[in-house]
């Protein structure tokens, strides 16, 4: 069964709307993370969270909010998208043991904002 | 700044051949370096990981390599297979804390039969 799970698979928005992106985790980890993905830079980090009712700010958080309401669910909002947020959204869940964090990814989000 | 550097990134090798990855950084408090497979439409999956405290970590065909002096690690995949095709970050993680937790930019491997 798919630890890490994401909703929806495939997104396509418009300019100005406000788009969720939902993410579920079965393997009961305090840390949860949002990337994003595009051609050329690899995975980046929007934000992350150790557990529930906590965000903390990625290297590119700009343009996102996060939301943590349980240790299951981790939400990766954008209030006014933007064209530049077209990628390939990726959650992860985290066994942080110690400093060695090992991160299990969801199968990713595409969205398209026209 | 890009904490990781990852290279080359894009490969193609024969079927049977070596594949050898390679990635540097900078930062003195990074131990813990894992590397990540990831096929076309999936999330990556941890691959092999290793502690500084470590030269070598094999698993199978997969063997990592860390050269602490140079702040350089590698991903040999010895007798590469079709199936090996996808792309592969390496990463590093401080050990002040899991927050400080960073990908390289990839690379894509093609193995041709």
């Known amino acids: 069964e798919a630890a890490v799970t994401q909703s929806p698979r495939n997104k396509v928005a418009v300019t100005g709307g406000k788009v969720t992106l939902s993410c579920n985790q079965t393997?009961?980890?305090?840390?949860m993370y949002w990337y994003r993905q595009d051609t050329g830079h690899g995975l980046r980090l929007i934000h992350y969270?150790?557990?529930?009712?906590?965000?903390e700010k990625g290297d590119i958080p700009d343009g996102y909010k996060a939301s943590r309401p349980s240790q299951e669910n981790f939400s990766l909002i954008l209030e006014l998208a933007t064209p530049s947020q077209t990628s390939v959204y990726f959650c992860?869940?985290?066994?942080?043991?110690?400093?060695?964090?090992?991160?299990?990814f969801g199968p990713g989000t595409r969205l398209l904002v026209l | 700044q890009q904490q990781v550097r990852q290279s080359p990134q894009s490969l193609t090798v024969w079927e049977g051949g070596t594949t050898v990855l390679t990635c540097s950084y900078e930062?003195?408090?990074?131990?813990?370096f894992p590397w990540y497979q990831q096929f076309p439409g999936e999330g990556p999956a941890l691959l092999i990981s290793?502690?500084?405290?470590?030269d070598k970590k094999e698993d199978g065909r997969f063997t990592t390599f860390f050269n602490k002096r140079e702040k350089k690690l590698s991903l040999h995949i010895i007798d590469s297979q079709p199936g090996d095709s996808a792309t592969y970050f390496c990463?590093?993680?401080?050990?002040?804390?899991?927050?400080?937790?960073?990908f390289g930019k990839g690379t894509s491997l093609t193995v041709i039969p």
């Open positions: 290793i502690l500084s405290v470590s």
């Open positions: 393997n009961n980890h305090n840390n």
């Open positions: 969270s150790y557990g529930a009712g906590s965000t």
């Open positions: 990463a590093a993680q401080s050990s002040t804390g899991y927050q400080n937790f960073y």
């Open positions: 992860a869940s985290g066994d942080a043991g110690g400093s060695q964090d090992t991160q299990y």
């Open positions: 930062d003195s408090t990074f131990n813990y």
